[in-house]
């Protein structure tokens, strides 16, 4: 039977059901951390080179950004709150005279567990702030680059290395 007031009490059930949803959803929203994470352009050697990085995740490309030798790029995100949802931002790196692309993983929630995440790019890959330093994950050549001058290169290039998330 469908009387006023059984509207009334089904309606406010399901209001209080979505506020109950939508709550959990700030909740969960508001407690979620930023982190920040800063590049500093620390290639200096042989000589002190323009960068351009361009960071990545599965979601968001966040553009190319040139540092001059001592500026820094920072971006910053709430990683996922969502267990079964890993956030990785990857950078890739490249500067005039070299024709490859070099990747880093420069942030990955499942082992780092930062909020400031610094790292110092240098010729052979990054510096992280706890003064580790990991080599490049991997080199790619960049097709765009003028090949006429790297004959015979690419092939080999593109068999060494490969990034997976690209
Ligand atoms: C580096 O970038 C700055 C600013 O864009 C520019 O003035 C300078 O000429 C660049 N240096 C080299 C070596 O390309
Ligand atoms: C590519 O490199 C070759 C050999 O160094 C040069 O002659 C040519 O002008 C270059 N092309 C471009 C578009 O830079």
Known sequence: MTTPSTIILKCSILLTVLLAFEARETI???FGYRVTVFIYNKVLTPTPTNITVRCKSKDDNLGDH??????????SFKPSHLPFKN??????????????RHYLDIYDQ????????????????GCFYDGKCVPWKSIEFMEAYNTSKWPGKKGSH????GHPLT
């Open 87 to 100: 956030t990785l931002f990857f950078c890739g790196f490249t500067w005039p005279g070299n024709p490859h």
């Open 66 to 75: 040139t540092l001059m030798p001592g500026e820094t790029y920072e971006f």
């Open 28 to 30: 969960a929203y508001s």
């Open 110 to 125: 499942a082992h780092d567990h930062c909020k400031q995440c610094s790292w110092d790019i240098i010729l052979e890959g």
């Open 158 to 161: 593109e068999l060494a290395y």
